[in-house]
């Protein structure tokens, strides 16, 4: 006899215990997992790729990436083949995201599996040696981006201010006496800012000796990683060559010394320095016990060589737009004379109450983006999108340009219009995606606030006139070629509003407290 959950009944009137049916079930469970798994993975690797242009044999799509304003063919691409398609790089597949929705969908959303790097030989390899944050993968990555994380936090970066101003006083009082230098003055306030912070020293001219270093770094790093520049990035097995026949190891080589001699120096010298900075914080940080003093001022580096060249370029971009769209500026200007008058320059305690301008400084990042390509990333399993198949290891990339000239979410996008942001759900995507967005994009928001409101405060931005009455002209599309891009040099007029402006610039820049370690003490930055 047996009582209600002591047995059960079976057809052939016996019992069978639990004991011996739980290990079957969990058999055909485990077999019935594997099948499905089987079927999914089947399915999924029996999708196709996406579609993509013709490519020569062997090679590829590398004369196309590598022909002057690439992002204006892959533009034309996501028009042809729709939101994803395929390229191939030598023995590299690319997977370019044409759309908004495409590059959020996959970057952000699954920035689990997308927020790794491709293994890039020359820069990532031969001359980074894998101390480039940028170009790191994995837990070697994660450590570093924690240590990064400490001092570029949104909480952190208010906490620059005071040398934001500093620094933008200067430059706009040397637009007072160089206009038409304003591209170098521009440079001098971005590496400076980033020289302060991260080693405790100005940079008090726009010639300084590591202006002109930081300047040869990025030169070098640009001209090593340009698309089809080595035939080892097209197809890496030809890095087993020896080095007498691997003309790229040479190069990586010198250019990793001069790196390392720059980072080092720098680093050793602003352990030296009487205030607070970043590399004191670096090197005593309990994130990075176990890093090497190399790893350390590479990390310190990398934040100079990024900050120097990136606001920079959004300045001048934002200075051809007014250039062009001259309208924007003076109504910009009428909403920094009736919240700030005339008796001084905008500062922190005016953003709030600065919306338009506000949207100017999303409008000239999305206008013309820095970068017209967001970096690669790499994905780490297999994945589906759209119907297409995306394969383990594929490289990742979202045409930044193309996304922000897509008039489905950015209505007649050539125009230079910041009234689009009245719709505050719209974005841009200047700074990168998901895990690997630009770590210092709080600061960079910071000194485009505070460098823009006071150049449209004091100064009257546009055209230059010949002799003959015409306006000099400037083409919007005249960009360089690169993973930067930036307008190529252009005239333009940069005068002062009027007398009492100028008197302005002068009395708030000799008044300013220019004593970079009173700014920068331990206890400011606590």
């Given at each position: 006899m047996c009582t209600v959950g002591d047995c059960t009944e079976t057809p052939g009137g016996g019992a069978s215990s639990p004991i011996t049916t739980r290990p079957l079930s969990l058999l055909i469970s485990f077999l019935a997992i594997l099948i499905a798994?089987?079927?999914?993975?089947?399915?999924?690797?029996?999708?196709?790729?996406?579609?993509?242009?013709r490519g020569l044999p062997i090679l590829g799509n590398i004369f196309q990436l590598a022909s002057k304003y690439h992002w204006l063919q892959q533009q034309e691409w996501t028009k042809k083949y729709g939101p994803i398609f395929k390229i191939r790089f030598g023995s590299h597949t690319i997977i370019v995201l044409g759309t908004y929705k495409a590059a959020r969908d996959l970057l952000d959303r699954r920035a689990k599996i997308y927020s790794d790097r491709p293994d890039l030989v020359v820069c990532g390899k031969h001359i980074s040696r894998g101390y480039r944050t940028l170009l790191m993968r994995g837990e070697m990555w994660n450590a570093h981006h924690r240590l990064q994380a400490t001092i570029l936090s949104p909480k952190m970066s208010q906490k620059y201010k005071p040398v934001q101003d500093l620094e933008s006083k200067h430059m706009i009082h040397a637009l007072l006496k160089k206009p038409d230098d304003f591209a170098r003055q521009f440079h001098r306030y971005s590496a400076s800012l980033v020289f302060s912070l991260g080693y405790g020293k100005r940079l008090v001219t726009a010639h300084e000796k590591e202006l002109r270093a930081i300047d040869l770094i990025m030169r070098n790093f640009t001209e090593a990683g340009a698309v089809g520049r080595w035939?080892?990035?097209?197809?890496?097995?030809?890095?087993?060559l020896p080095e007498c026949l691997a003309e790229w190891k040479r190069v990586g080589l010198k250019f990793h010394q001069i790196e390392c001699e720059l980072h080092l120096a720098n680093m050793r010298e602003a352990?030296?320095?009487k205030g607070w900075n970043w590399a004191k914080v670096y090197k005593n940080s309990p994130l990075s016990q176990g890093m090497s003093e190399l790893e350390i001022s590479y990390d310190a580096g990398i934040l100079y060589e990024a900050a120097s060249d990136t606001t920079t370029i959004a300045l001048e971009v934002f200075i051809l737009a007014m250039v062009k769209f001259p309208h924007v500026a003076r109504r910009a200007q009428e909403e920094l004379d009736r919240v700030v008058g005339e008796s001084r320059l905008p500062g922190w305690q005016d953003q709030a109450s600065l919306p338009y301008i506000q949207k100017?400084?999303?409008?000239?990042?999305?206008?013309?983006?820095?970068?017209v390509n967001a970096f690669y990333h790499a994905v780490t399993e297999d994945d589906e999108y759209l119907g297409y198949r995306i394969p383990k290891g594929s490289w990742i990339v979202g045409n930044v340009?193309?996304?922000?000239?897509?008039?489905?979410?950015?209505?007649n996008p050539n125009d230079y219009n910041p009234d689009r942001y009245d719709d505050e759900t719209l974005g841009y995507l200047s700074f990168g995606f998901g895990r690997r967005a630009c770590t210092g994009r709080h600061i960079a928001k910071n000194s485009l606030y505070i460098t823009i409101s006071r150049m449209l405060w004091a100064y009257d931005i546009g055209p230059n006139i010949r002799p003959d009455g015409a306006e000099v002209p400037v083409d919007d599309m005249a960009f360089t070629n690169g993973f930067l891009s930036r307008p190529v040099p252009f005239e333009c007029s940069i005068k002062p509003r009027n007398q009492n402006r100028a008197e302005v610039i002068e009395r708030e820049w000799a008044e300013t407290d220019k004593d970079l370690h009173s700014l920068m003490t331990a206890e400011s930055f606590a």
């Amino acid at each position: 006899m047996c009582t209600v959950g002591d047995c059960t009944e079976t057809p052939g009137g016996g019992a069978s215990s639990p004991i011996t049916t739980r290990p079957l079930s969990l058999l055909i469970s485990f077999l019935a997992i594997l099948i499905a798994t089987y079927l999914f993975q089947r399915k999924r690797y029996q999708l196709p790729l996406p579609p993509g242009p013709r490519g020569l044999p062997i090679l590829g799509n590398i004369f196309q990436l590598a022909s002057k304003y690439h992002w204006l063919q892959q533009q034309e691409w996501t028009k042809k083949y729709g939101p994803i398609f395929k390229i191939r790089f030598g023995s590299h597949t690319i997977i370019v995201l044409g759309t908004y929705k495409a590059a959020r969908d996959l970057l952000d959303r699954r920035a689990k599996i997308y927020s790794d790097r491709p293994d890039l030989v020359v820069c990532g390899k031969h001359i980074s040696r894998g101390y480039r944050t940028l170009l790191m993968r994995g837990e070697m990555w994660n450590a570093h981006h924690r240590l990064q994380a400490t001092i570029l936090s949104p909480k952190m970066s208010q906490k620059y201010k005071p040398v934001q101003d500093l620094e933008s006083k200067h430059m706009i009082h040397a637009l007072l006496k160089k206009p038409d230098d304003f591209a170098r003055q521009f440079h001098r306030y971005s590496a400076s800012l980033v020289f302060s912070l991260g080693y405790g020293k100005r940079l008090v001219t726009a010639h300084e000796k590591e202006l002109r270093a930081i300047d040869l770094i990025m030169r070098n790093f640009t001209e090593a990683g340009a698309v089809g520049r080595w035939w080892v990035d097209l197809f890496p097995i030809l890095d087993l060559l020896p080095e007498c026949l691997a003309e790229w190891k040479r190069v990586g080589l010198k250019f990793h010394q001069i790196e390392c001699e720059l980072h080092l120096a720098n680093m050793r010298e602003a352990l030296e320095e009487k205030g607070w900075n970043w590399a004191k914080v670096y090197k005593n940080s309990p994130l990075s016990q176990g890093m090497s003093e190399l790893e350390i001022s590479y990390d310190a580096g990398i934040l100079y060589e990024a900050a120097s060249d990136t606001t920079t370029i959004a300045l001048e971009v934002f200075i051809l737009a007014m250039v062009k769209f001259p309208h924007v500026a003076r109504r910009a200007q009428e909403e920094l004379d009736r919240v700030v008058g005339e008796s001084r320059l905008p500062g922190w305690q005016d953003q709030a109450s600065l919306p338009y301008i506000q949207k100017v400084i999303k409008e000239t990042l999305r206008w013309r983006p820095v970068a017209v390509n967001a970096f690669y990333h790499a994905v780490t399993e297999d994945d589906e999108y759209l119907g297409y198949r995306i394969p383990k290891g594929s490289w990742i990339v979202g045409n930044v340009w193309g996304i922000h000239m897509d008039p489905e979410v950015y209505p007649n996008p050539n125009d230079y219009n910041p009234d689009r942001y009245d719709d505050e759900t719209l974005g841009y995507l200047s700074f990168g995606f998901g895990r690997r967005a630009c770590t210092g994009r709080h600061i960079a928001k910071n000194s485009l606030y505070i460098t823009i409101s006071r150049m449209l405060w004091a100064y009257d931005i546009g055209p230059n006139i010949r002799p003959d009455g015409a306006e000099v002209p400037v083409d919007d599309m005249a960009f360089t070629n690169g993973f930067l891009s930036r307008p190529v040099p252009f005239e333009c007029s940069i005068k002062p509003r009027n007398q009492n402006r100028a008197e302005v610039i002068e009395r708030e820049w000799a008044e300013t407290d220019k004593d970079l370690h009173s700014l920068m003490t331990a206890e400011s930055f606590a």
